[in-house]
């Protein structure tokens, strides 16, 4: 089966900060990684994902998310946060030939001035 | 121009009773879903029909009950609602019926309180 583990459940940044949201996924077979994020009282919407290829993967509002298969993680960056990032963001995964995504269970960022 | 709706956005109701909440899309997707998100905010898969199909189907208690009258709509009924059942559900949509790289768009949520 598979799981993800999002180890911090709140990152507090000033912003204008970098940032780095953790994300480690557990599997035996392969995957497609996922960063959604919501904000507060939405659902939830796509920042990017990772199909192949390319191990840096960029994203909406500027982010971007590395896969490293060896550390099987897939963390989420962006150099310089705003206080409208300030958000829920969940890391889930799909196995190849299912659709059925597996959350992590989401780190509050939080951005202050 | 909504993507993906659902209604209500909120639910208060007392224990015991029968609700119903719809979902609608208008983006042609052929895979509809429905999530709970617990108090803690974790997200859990409970449905998923492609073409009006129920393909999955998580161990949900069976008063829970999705129905699709149409592969753009995906309602969700429960029955005998209990205190656990208080949560946020939402409903979500993607393009294809088997592909697992979709990117999965998902309504606003209806945040159910059971009294």
Partial sequence: AQSVTQLDSQVPVFEEAPVELRC??????????????????????????YLSGSTLVKGINGFEAEFNKSQTSFHLRKPSVHISDTAEYFCAVSVTGFQKLVFGTGTRLLVSP | DTAVSQTPKYLVTQMGNDKSIKCEQNLGHDTMYWYKQDSKKFLKIMFSYNNKELIINETVPN?????????????????????????????????????????QYFGPGTRLTVL
């Fill in chain 1, 24 to 49: 480690n996924y557990s599997s035996s077979v392969s995957v497609y990684l996922f960063w959604y994020v919501q904000y507060p009282n939405q659902g939830l919407q796509l920042l990017l994902k």
């Fill in chain 2, 63 to 103: 008063r829970f009950s999705p129905k699709s009258p149409d592969k753009a709509h995906l309602n969700l009924h429960i029955n005998s609602l209990e205190l656990g059942d208080s949560a946020v559900y939402f409903c979500a949509s993607s393009l294809t019926g088997t592909g697992s790289a979709d990117t």
